[in-house]
């Protein structure tokens, strides 16, 4: 088994924090699967929001 790199953990962290209003407790406790899922989901929705800004129609 290989050691997921720190800083790309805490780059995970701190995105669906901020976005999901989390503590570092729930998200530590996340599967990497379960946290890899939610990171592709809140993405998308994020660039869903900023295309709807964006008035692109898209």
């Keep these: 088994m290989t050691r997921y790199a720190a800083a790309t953990l805490w780059r995970e962290i701190t995105y669906l924090a901020y976005h999901l209003h ?3 407790d729930q998200l530590l406790d996340l599967e990497h ?3 890899v899922t939610l990171l592709e989901e809140v993405s998308t929705l994020n660039e869903r929001f900023w ?8």
């Design 22 to 24: 989390w503590g570092l």
């Design 51 to 58: 295309q709807g800004i964006g008035g692109n129609g898209e």
């Design 33 to 35: 699967g379960d946290r």
